[in-house]
């Protein structure tokens, strides 16, 4: 008779289980990064506490604060977190556009670029995009604090003119400051004339 | 005495300023939404749309059919599937040095997170609660889900 009752509530306690309808509150799972890699999420407190730092390891903490870990498929994350997956909004992105010397014209060998970040632009939701305006170190810093901002602000309005809203865009310039090639000064540098754009 | 009253002052408004402009600002935007969203901020509910911006201490909550995605300025990207309420409890970020904290509470539902620079640059400053524990963010993709 015991072992007939230990029995009934296993199964009892198995169906639950899979039913979904036992005393766990949290459900955690490591996903692997976009390169296939993964890192770490530790799960819980002082008292009590794991590390997932496997792809699709798991931590179910009950509402006592017990942890159980295992391993899921990726078709089981993905049936489980399905409609959250889909709402991930895209990796931001970063381009660089060239520039002449002492100009705001964007090289032609920069053109195919510009037009990738158009692209980029083009197909995002509610896009954001970052400006950020560079020269080399010929000139003053007044005269490059002003050119660096005048070569954001001919990207961002290329950016306007193709209908993003101009709430979403912001343009700076960093003049001679921040080269990309450490240079001495006064020597011109094609690769310190830039554009850099963050779009998010 | 003279030199003191005008410090005083000044010393106020600047401390009005900070915390009006800290109160205020921007955290994140909203980036995509399918059926029901809200955002809820000081006990105002408001259906959520993509550009939506988003504050310290904003809620935001989906219906039965509803999910939505968001970016922080940190970089970091937050997801959510139906039946779900998220709570931005805390977030501080310094955009120049990358440092900063994190704390967000997922009340119910699901949510996916790829964390952004706060995890990166200090492995555990960001933190996720749920009703029964809490999670330490070294990186950089999971998922969370909490049953009621």
Redesign the interface.
């Known amino acids: 008779m015991i072992s007939l009752r230990w029995l009934v509530l296993n199964t009892l306690a198995a169906t639950l289980f899979v039913s979904?309808c036992t005393t766990?509150?949290?459900?955690?799972?490591?996903?692997?990064?976009?390169g296939g890699a993964?890192?770490?999420?530790?799960?819980?407190?002082n008292s009590q506490s794991t590390v997932?730092d496997k792809p699709y390891s798991t931590a179910a903490?009950?509402?006592?604060?017990g942890?159980e870990t295992k391993t899921i498929t990726a078709e089981e994350?993905n049936r489980?977190?399905?409609?959250?997956?889909?709402?991930?909004?895209p990796?931001?992105i970063s381009f660089t556009l060239y520039f002449e010397s002492n100009s705001i014209e964007v090289t032609p060998s920069s053109q195919p670029m510009l037009e990738a970040l158009f692209a980029e632009v083009a197909k995002?939701?509610?896009v954001?995009v970052q400006v950020t305006g560079h020269t080399d170190r010929v000139g003053s810093d007044a005269d490059n604090d002003r050119l660096s901002l005048q070569r954001a602000e001919a990207v961002r309005t290329m950016l306007i003119q193709r209908g993003i809203?101009s709430n979403?865009l912001r343009a700076v310039g960093r003049g001679e400051r921040e080269p990309l090639i450490p240079t001495p000064d006064e020597q011109a540098e094609p690769r310190n004339r830039r554009v850099e754009v963050i779009v998010? | 005495m003279k030199f003191v009253s005008q410090i005083v002052p000044a010393a106020i408004f600047a401390a009005l300023a900070f915390s009006a402009v800290s109160s205020a600002a921007e955290i994140g935007?909203?980036?995509?939404t399918?059926g029901q969203v809200f955002l809820l901020r000081n006990n105002q509910q408001q259906p959520a749309k993509?550009?939506d911006t988003v504050e310290q201490a904003d809620i935001i909550i989906t219906g039965a059919n509803g999910?939505?995605?968001?970016?922080l300025i940190d970089?970091t990207?937050l997801?959510?599937?139906?039946n779900?309420r998220i709570e931005l409890k805390q977030f501080r970020f310094n955009p120049t040095t990358q440092e900063g904290e994190s704390l967000t509470e997922l009340h119910r539902g699901?949510?996916?997170i790829?964390s952004g620079q706060i995890a990166k640059r200090s492995p555990?400053a960001m933190k996720v609660q749920?009703?029964?524990?809490?999670?330490?963010?070294?990186?950089?993709?999971?998922?969370?889900?909490?049953?009621e």
């Open positions: 979904g766990v509150n949290t459900f955690v799972v490591l996903l692997p990064e976009d993964a890192s770490a999420v530790t799960v819980g407190d997932l903490v009950d509402t006592r604060g942890i994350a489980m977190f399905t409609d959250a997956l889909a709402a991930q909004p990796q931001p995002r939701q509610a954001e809203n979403f998010r | 935007q909203i980036k995509n399918t993509p550009g999910s939505f995605g968001m970016t970089g990207r997801s959510a599937g139906p779900s699901t949510l996916t790829v555990g749920t009703p029964t524990t809490i999670l330490g963010v070294r990186g950089t993709r999971f998922a969370v889900k909490v049953e």
